[in-house]
């Protein structure tokens, strides 16, 4: 048993702990936006995949028995002290503020996109959205457009009068 | 087939992910860059965070850049969900679908709000003496002010939301412009943009390390303020329109 | 030339301020962003002019001296890219815009914009790898708000920007990923003090991988060829103008971003062929569904991905020879594109209602007519000789030749479906002869004429101009 537990110490130390968590983090994201459908479970997996790429980018500054680089009046001597890279720690910090600014946004799309589609699943609104794009070069181009929107919706429409009859 | 074929890819992705991971110097960086920040930062900025040092100095047009993307995101949310306050004429929807908040959930809120406001004022004014910062500070005076709006739903009226709006704007416009005249006001007294001035002080005092504070406060402002101008744009959805 | 700087903060401060002066005046907050713009365009283009051939120089930032701190590197090609940014972006300004309401939100578009402009600057200018991608970033955001907001098609638009920000924001997060491998290999960002280190330290399967993981993550915005899905949706729903300047200018940007990384730290044999086989998969699949479209905005989105293809079958010529004919290719792309998407917004979209568009105004068909022959590269326009260097230095290099055979066959296609497309404007037939031909905004139609005549000048100065582009791309390191 104490043998199992030294093997453990020596092996499974933080930093493997840790890069094995980035790793984790950036699979579940890929799998998630690789095959979930719905499309705010989509943007969730976005969320996790950067996540893991900063935690990745935070650990390229760990050192063996490094301290976080901050100076304290505790510490004596200067020079003796190993302290972690602190630019990958200012790094991320950007990289995390920039990851919550595309969230809102993306939070907003959806919102958008569900009044206009009434839908959060992405093979549908993919198959809508061609049919949308299809309708608009048939009338006239965009810039000189007058007519109201339902106009392109022929489509659902005609669908919904049947639905009636 | 397909989710097979996904699985096949994802293990041989992680495979290769952590093929080049046993590559790295794990533990034992290179440390070309910062190495040398960890030496001179403290005599160059005068902080003793030396983060803080890498985020407004060294790298500080990064952080203009990140605070600029902060700015389109929320300039982005507003722009898209600005058409519900044009068509908003009936007031009355606001009343109907907010409950009010009881009584332990009020007084807990006055007990927290200015404790937040207290503890983020305090993480941004010693961004550049012990950990936090601007960014992490902003976002406990968000929260502070989110948690007013989960706590007292119905007494946002529309004119209250529309005046907080305004005064937001302004918050986030002002202290994104203070940030760049601070370093402005470097490059044309013929330094570079962003450079530090004013004198280091005593090391570890609050008033240390030059221009980096005001820099650090004018960040924590403009990301409280976009961040809680963001919240808010969302929490403005009518819950209505989003059900059938 | 520190004052060069204010590209990127001057855009910075105006986009910061101009929603909290619209509150006080709307039409004072509509002229800082034009007025921005001119002011810079009198900085630059004296620069431009002042910079020596071969001469360089940096703008520090904060004071410190790279590696340590933020450095935007100035030689001739990025001024001129600065230059043309400015330009583009006053074709492209919403000058039409008229209307707001009363709570000044969309007076935000503006500040859109001019983020917009900040962040290409940056890229162009900024020779920091962490940098560039906080410019990336900021220029995809801002990209995501205008993408969205287009009047009357809200819906749609979002849709087609979320998918856009789906693919775009994984692909940023496999280029910060590819930042962290190569930091975590070799302890710096400065894409110059890179190259220093990259011998010993990049030369691995790692470092590889890191430039693998930053092609596919700039790829999306360069619409290269596993991850441009976005390109026909986007072009599909966005006005006119601004399709100009995404086709034109923005993936240009991208580019130019990878070719700093390939061309300072990656000069591998591996990494040259693989470029390559990516370029041309771009062309020949561009190519191919351009010849099944049917209509105007997804041909001319399809034809931009193949000569996106192009470019980067040219910067797999090895040195500098390759860098000299991308940069040409994307000089010629983007007049010859923004010019297409600026007179497209004349014509009817739909190729069948195009019939008979020459009786209806033969003006505009020529014009067509000529930039695509440029497009094409038929002597004696500026394209021709593009292809011909292109052709003529493939053939030095491995797999050169499957590239050469590649790019001509995709030709052939192209030349197929434009002809097919001219043969029907010129044919006479009355029924369609009320809807060919669109009044769209005049300014568009003005913007495609003067670009149709730098294209013309250029045909006549190709000797000096080439030999400039080659001295430019000569001189950048």
Redesign the interface.
């Known amino acids: 048993m104490t043998h199992f537990a030294n093997y453990l110490t020596t092996y499974l130390?933080t930093?493997?702990i840790l890069?094995t968590g980035a790793?984790g983090l950036?699979?579940i994201?890929?799998?998630g936006?690789?095959?979930l459908k719905n499309?705010f479970r989509?943007?969730l997996s976005?969320v996790i995949?950067?996540s893991?790429?900063?935690l990745?980018?935070v650990?390229?500054?760990?050192?063996?028995n490094g301290i976080?680089?901050?100076?304290?009046?505790t510490q004596e001597n200067m020079s003796q002290l190993v302290?972690n890279?602190?630019?990958?720690?200012?790094?991320v910090?950007?990289?995390i503020?920039?990851g919550?600014?595309?969230q809102?946004?993306?939070?907003?799309?959806?919102?958008?996109?569900?009044?206009?589609?009434?839908t959060l699943d992405m093979n549908e609104?993919?198959r809508?959205?061609?049919q949308?794009?299809?309708g608009?070069?048939?009338s006239?181009?965009?810039?000189?457009?007058e007519q109201?929107?339902y106009l392109?919706q022929k489509n659902s429409l005609v669908q919904n009068n049947e639905g009636e009859k | 087939m397909s989710k097979f074929s996904t699985l096949i890819f994802i293990s041989g992705l992680s495979f290769l992910l952590i093929v080049i991971t046993a590559q790295l110097p794990i533990a034992h960086p290179p440390m070309l860059i910062g190495q040398y920040i960890i030496d001179h930062a403290v005599q160059d900025t005068g902080v003793t965070n030396i983060v803080t040092s890498v985020v407004l100095a060294y790298r500080g047009l990064d952080t203009l850049g990140e605070l600029a993307i902060l700015f389109t995101a929320a300039s982005g949310v507003g722009l898209l969900l600005s058409n519900k306050l044009n068509t908003k004429l009936q007031p009355s929807t606001k009343t109907v679908r907010l409950s009010n908040s009881n009584f332990i959930i009020e007084h807990a809120l006055n007990l927290l709000f200015p404790l937040l406001l207290v503890v983020g004022f305090y993480v941004i004014f010693h961004g550049h003496l012990t950990p936090g910062g601007g960014f992490q500070g902003g976002v406990i005076i968000a929260s502070a002010f989110f948690l007013n709006i989960l706590a007292k739903p119905y007494k946002s009226s529309d004119s209250e939301i529309e005046s907080t709006h305004n005064n937001l704007t302004i918050i986030e416009s002002l202290s994104g412009v203070t940030f760049i005249a601070i370093g402005l006001y470097a490059l044309i007294s013929g330094h570079d943009f962003l450079e530090p001035f004013l004198s280091h002080g005593q090391l570890g005092s609050l008033w240390s390390a030059g221009t980096l504070p005001f820099l650090y406060i004018a960040v924590g402002l403009k990301v409280g303020a976009e961040l809680s101008s963001l919240l808010i744009t969302l929490y403005d959805i009518d819950s209505e329109e989003l059900t059938d | 030339m520190k004052m060069l700087s204010l590209l990127v903060v001057l855009p910075l401060i105006g986009a910061f301020l101009i929603p909290a002066i619209a509150r006080i005046s709307v039409s004072i907050a509509k002229f800082i962003g034009p007025l921005i713009l001119l002011y810079l365009l009198s900085i630059t283009m004296p620069a431009f002019m002042e910079l020596q051939s071969g001469q360089s120089s940096a703008i520090h930032f904060a004071g410190f001296l790279p590696p340590y701190g933020i450095a935007f590197y100035i030689d001739e090609l990025s001024l001129l890219f600065a230059n043309i940014i400015l330009i583009a972006f006053l074709m492209v300004w919403p000058w039409n815009k008229n209307n707001f309401s009363d709570n000044h939100s969309e007076i935000r578009e503006y500040s859109l914009y001019l983020l917009l402009l900040a962040a290409s600057s940056g890229l162009v200018l900024s020779s920091d790898l962490f940098n560039l991608y906080v410019f990336y970033e900021l220029l995809a955001v801002a990209s995501y708000g205008l993408i969205a907001k287009q009047p009357k098609i809200e819906g749609i638009a979002s849709a087609a920007s979320f998918r856009y920000l789906l693919l775009s924001a994984s692909g940023s997060v496999l280029l910060l990923l590819g930042i962290a491998l190569i930091y975590s290999l070799t302890g710096t960002l400065n894409i110059a003090h890179l190259s220093s280190v990259a011998n010993e330290s990049l030369n691995t399967f790692a470092g590889v991988a890191a430039f693998l993981l930053i092609l596919i993550g700039i790829g999306v915005k360069a619409e290269m060829f596993p991850v441009n899905s976005w390109v026909p949706e986007v072009y599909g729903v966005i006005s006119r103008p601004l399709s100009a300047l995404f086709a034109g200018l923005i993936s240009k940007i991208a580019v130019l971003f990878i070719a700093k990384v390939l061309l300072m730290v990656y000069q591998q044999d591996s990494i040259l062929t693989m470029i390559l086989f990516i370029g041309v998969l771009g062309v020949l699949t561009g190519e191919l569904i351009a010849y099944r479209a049917r209509d105007m905005v997804r041909m001319l989105s399809f034809s931009s991905i193949a000569q996106l293809g192009l470019v980067f079958t040219a910067l797999a010529i090895p040195g500098k020879t390759g860098l000299y004919i991308a940069v040409a290719f994307m000089l010629h792309h983007l007049v010859v594109k923004s010019a297409l998407f600026f007179l497209s917004e004349k014509m009817h979209s739909n190729h069948e209602h195009l019939k008979g568009l020459y009786h209806q105004s033969p003006f505009i068909v020529i014009l067509f007519i000529f930039l695509i022959l440029s497009l094409l590269g038929i002597p004696p326009f500026p394209g021709f000789w593009i292809k011909l260097n292109l052709v003529l230095n493939l053939s030095t290099i491995t797999y050169g030749n499957v590239a050469i055979a590649i790019v001509l066959l995709a030709t052939v296609i192209e030349a197929a479906y434009l002809f097919t497309l001219v043969k029907k404007m010129l044919a006479n037939d009355e029924s369609n002869k009320q809807i060919a031909y669109q009044t769209g905004y005049q300014s568009s139609y003005l913007f495609a004429v003067l670009l149709a005549i730098i294209l013309l000048v250029s045909t006549f100065n190709i000797s000096s101009l080439s030999k400039s582009i080659e001295n430019m791309a000569n001189n950048t390191n």
């Not at chain 1, 890279?85 to 790094?91: I, N, R, T």
Request: glycine share 4%; no cysteine.
């Open positions: 130390t930093e493997i890069y790793i950036l699979v994201g890929l799998l936006l690789l095959v499309i989509l943007l976005l995949f950067e893991g790429a900063n990745f980018l650990l390229s500054g760990f050192r063996a976080a680089p901050i100076l304290t009046s302290m890279d602190p630019v990958p720690q200012a790094l910090l950007t990289a503020v920039i919550v600014g595309i809102a946004l993306a939070l907003s799309l959806i919102i958008k996109i569900y009044q206009r589609y009434r609104i993919h809508k959205l061609e949308d794009i299809a608009i070069s048939q006239t181009p965009l810039a000189s457009q109201p929107l392109y």
